[in-house]
């Protein structure tokens, strides 16, 4: 099964602030894990959640497509399974900006289940990391 995952985010910042939060690994790590991440494609890098029972708490990718401050792609691998993470930033006419996720490659609806929950939290924490802008 290769199953999809896509979603919209709204921000009230600007592209630049929001491109920001993406690509830079400190701004990363304050919404997602802590990280080596660099937006230079062709770069790996690795995320590092906490362990859990059931995962190692490891996430790692390469950069595929860096287009500032308008897209960027790569892999997003745990386990046995290795997706591709695309976010496309759209300046609104007020300023804001759309953030849209793709992620594709995911085998199991239990895994697309599982990709929502994670990004909507995300993407709260996001929210949370653009307001102290």
């Not at 290769?2 to 709204?10: A, E, G, H, R, V």
């Not at 790590?29 to 190692?56: C, H, L, M, Q």
């Amino acid at each position: 099964m290769n199953l999809s995952l896509t979603m919209d985010f709204q921000y009230n910042k600007s592209i630049d602030k929001v491109w920001h939060a993406l690509t830079d690994s400190n701004m990363l790590e304050k919404w997602i894990w802590k990280n080596d991440f660099k937006p230079v494609v062709g770069y790996k890098f690795t995320f590092r959640a906490e362990p859990s029972e059931w995962w190692d708490g490891i996430v790692k990718g390469e950069v595929l497509e860096v287009d500032e401050p308008n897209k960027i792609s790569y892999t997003w691998g745990t386990g046995h399974e290795e997706h591709v993470v695309t976010w496309t930033l759209t300046e609104t006419p007020d300023g804001n900006t759309n953030l849209h996720l793709d992620q594709t490659g995911i085998h199991t609806e239990d895994g697309l289940k599982g990709a929502q929950y994670g990004w909507t939290n995300m993407s709260e924490e996001l929210t949370k990391v653009l307001e102290e802008q």
